[in-house]
C-alpha cells in the first residue's frame, strides 16, 4: 500500500549537471536509455535543460511525449517575436507523473494568452527573472515586419486591459 506514495529517485549516473537550487519534480527513462527529467526549473533531455518558459506546447498521447519549444526571431519594444520549432518526441517506460509536471509546468508559465488577428499574444513566467515577459507568436503566413505597428497598437491597448505597463 505505502509503494503507492514512495517518490521515484533519478539514479545518480542519470542526474545532470543542474543549478545549486535545482530540483527533480519528476522524471522517465526513453527506451534508448537516457532520462527525461522535470526540475523546477525547466525539461533536460540529453544533458541539455529547456527552460519551461521556452515550450509553447507539450502532449502526451499515452506512449510518447511530444514537446514543442519555441525561439525568439525579433526583439521589439516590450516585446519578443517567437516561432515554434518542429516538435520533439520522447517515447517514454513507465512514465510517472512526468508528462502531467510537464503539462503543469508549462501551463503554469504562461499569463494572459489572448488570441488576436495575427496570432497569440502571452506573458510567460521566466525562471530567476521578476515580472513577466511578452512575447507575440504569429499565425503561420503573417510576415512580422509587415504587421510591426499593428501589433504594437494591439498590445499598448492589451496591456493597459491586463493591468500591464508600457
Known sequence: MFRLFRKRILPKEHRPQMASHERVLA??????GWPVIATNLGLWVEGKRTSWHEISKAVWDGSVLSVTTSTA???????????DRAPDRYPLEDPGG????????????VVHPQKFALG??????????????????YDPGIDPAAHAAETDAFLETYWKNVGGSE
Open 120 to 137: 497569440w499574444v502571452a506573458a510567460r513566467r521566466v525562471p530567476g527573472k521578476d515580472g513577466l515577459s511578452w512575447v507575440v507568436r
Open 27 to 32: 522524471w522517465a527513462m526513453t527506451p534508448a
Open 98 to 109: 512526468l508528462p502531467h509536471e510537464v503539462r503543469l509546468r508549462v501551463t503554469s508559465s
Open 73 to 83: 526571431v525579433e526583439h521589439r519594444e516590450g516585446y519578443d517575436v517567437i516561432a
